[in-house]
């Protein structure tokens, strides 16, 4: 091998080293030492507060979808916050500006078909991230400090015990049996009975 040969050899495995002439390592790169592919302890805190803050920010609103939304202020179907929605206000329609009807409030269409869909994904996505965090905690646990992994169950208790209230809550189960049941919303996009049961 002469000089020239050997000169390209070594670019080339610096490369792979580096992950490029610009000399920034690749944290998944085989040729990286074993403690190089493990996260540093600051890097899996900020990961886990993260996911701690999508839980919150994803935990589904079921109690909303037995609640039509509010009005205008001053029209005749203002509905009070936390009142829940009884069969005569959603079979009842109302007046729209220039006095055309407004549909009643459904699971099918409208404002109660995109607040079901929401919860549905909502349900789907806390399902995944108790499935990341278990991956992170599975992978990573001899790296974390004692209060990521305080961080981290958590957030899994937050999962569960959000499930929990609601899957406890007989009168937000039967309404929105009822509800889901006479909107006739198709059986593949109902949610079961009790509602979060696989979070919980």
Same mark, same amino acid.
């Given at each position: 091998?002469?000089?020239q040969d050997?000169?390209r050899?070594?670019?080339?495995?610096?490369?792979?080293?580096?992950?490029?002439?610009?000399?920034q390592?690749?944290?998944?790169c085989?040729?990286?030492?074993?403690d190089?592919n493990k996260?540093?302890?600051?890097?899996l805190?900020q990961?886990?507060?993260?996911?701690?803050q999508?839980? $919150?920010?994803?935990l589904?609103?079921?109690?909303?979808?037995?609640?039509p939304?509010? /009005?205008?202020?001053?029209?005749?179907d203002v509905?009070?916050p936390g009142?829940?929605?009884?069969?005569a206000?959603a079979a009842?329609g %109302?007046?729209?500006p220039?006095?055309?009807?407004?549909?009643?409030?459904?699971? /099918?269409?409208?404002?109660?078909?995109r607040?079901? %869909?929401?919860?549905?994904? $909502?349900?789907? %996505?806390?399902l995944?991230?108790?499935q990341?965090?278990?991956?992170v905690y599975?992978?990573?646990?001899?790296?974390?400090?004692? @209060?990521a992994m %305080?961080?981290?169950?958590d957030a899994l208790? $937050?999962v569960s015990q959000?499930?929990r209230?609601v @899957?406890?809550?007989i009168a937000l189960?039967?309404q929105?049996?009822?509800?889901?049941?006479?909107?006739?919303?198709?059986?593949?996009?109902?949610l079961?009975d009790?509602p979060l049961l696989?979070q919980?």
């Amino acid at each position: 091998m002469d000089a020239q040969d050997q000169q390209r050899t070594t670019t080339r495995r610096g490369m792979l080293w580096y992950g490029g002439p610009c000399g920034q390592r690749q944290a998944g790169c085989s040729h990286l030492a074993p403690d190089e592919n493990k996260p540093p302890a600051a890097v899996l805190l900020q990961l886990i507060r993260m996911l701690q803050q999508v839980v $919150q920010d994803t935990l589904p609103d079921v109690a909303e979808l037995v609640m039509p939304p509010l /009005r205008a202020a001053g029209s005749v179907d203002v509905q009070a916050p936390g009142t829940p929605l009884t069969p005569a206000a959603a079979a009842s329609g %109302v007046l729209m500006p220039g006095g055309q009807p407004r549909p009643p409030y459904t699971l /099918r269409e409208g404002v109660g078909m995109r607040r079901l %869909v929401r919860c549905r994904v $909502q349900a789907g %996505v806390q399902l995944l991230l108790v499935q990341a965090a278990s991956e992170v905690y599975a992978q990573h646990y001899h790296h974390m400090a004692p @209060n990521a992994m %305080v961080l981290l169950a958590d957030a899994l208790q $937050q999962v569960s015990q959000h499930a929990r209230r609601v @899957n406890t809550d007989i009168a937000l189960r039967k309404q929105l049996a009822a509800q889901q049941a006479a909107d006739r919303v198709a059986e593949d996009r109902c949610l079961p009975d009790p509602p979060l049961l696989r979070q919980e």
